[in-house]
């Protein structure tokens, strides 16, 4: 039986049962656990967390599985890895990025496009279509804001006629602010499985997105992907 400082035979032994649940060993178990809070402290505290990223990797430790929300996989240390390797956080832009987005929202006929890039804590914009803003601290918003990284999340497209009649996307702030009603988003994959971001168009008011806007998207999506992968 595990013994662990502080805790009692009751709570060691609920170690053991929820250890057995997950099908890990309690010394995973409580492995896991303890990356999770360290990865919460390093966010809260707005220090690097690459270096503890990599070392989470090196010991093959996942960051564990959140009951709210898509942070999981948004926290998974190989998908941010692979996101860091595009070296596309914080860069310049460039216009093959900004061609793609205005793309986007030309042939959907969406006032909104963008190539986000969904981080730990923040969604940071590649391009945005019809945005002036160079500076990258003005292409970013907190990830409470992002519609993205429910996309991000399933690896799969995310259609939302209507956002507001969403049960999980209702209370996002991009929402309640009207910022983002209608919303189509195709994940940005790698080889590797990894979703690092999605190409997207939205409106301000409800859309019934078809089969062929999910394929015009991730036509266009494709061109992101190969310019991203392929640098």
Not at 70 to 94: F, H, I, K, M, N
Not at 105 to 134: C, N, T
Not at 160 to 169: F, G, M, T
Request: aromatic share 6%.
């Amino acid at each position: 039986m595990i013994s662990l400082p502080g805790f009692n035979a009751w709570l060691n032994n609920m170690v053991e049962e929820q250890a057995a649940k997950a099908e890990q060993t309690p010394d995973e178990y409580v492995a896991q656990a303890v990356a999770t809070q360290l990865m919460a402290d390093v966010t809260r505290h707005k220090e690097d967390h690459r270096e503890l990223l990599a070392h989470l990797s090196d010991a093959d430790i996942k960051v564990a599985e959140q009951s709210a929300g898509p942070q999981s996989v948004v926290a998974d240390p190989e998908r941010l890895q692979a996101l860091y390797a595009t070296g596309l956080l914080d860069a310049p832009r460039e216009k093959i990025y900004d061609h793609i987005a205005d793309m986007a929202a030309s042939a959907l006929a969406a006032p909104g496009a963008a190539i986000s890039l969904v981080d730990l804590d923040r969604q940071f914009f590649v391009s945005m279509h019809g945005s002036p803003a160079e500076a990258p601290e003005e292409r970013q918003t907190s990830i409470d804001r992002s519609v993205c990284q429910y996309a991000v999340a399933s690896g799969q497209p995310l259609v939302i006629p209507d956002a507001r009649e969403d049960p999980v996307l209702k209370y996002n702030p991009a929402v309640t602010d009207g910022t983002v009603v209608a919303y189509l988003g195709i994940p940005l994959i790698n080889s590797g499985n990894h979703a690092i971001g999605t190409l997207c168009v939205w409106d301000t008011s409800p859309r019934q997105w078809t089969s062929g806007h999910v394929m015009t998207l991730r036509d266009l999506a494709q061109l992101a992907t190969d310019r991203m992968f392929n640098r």
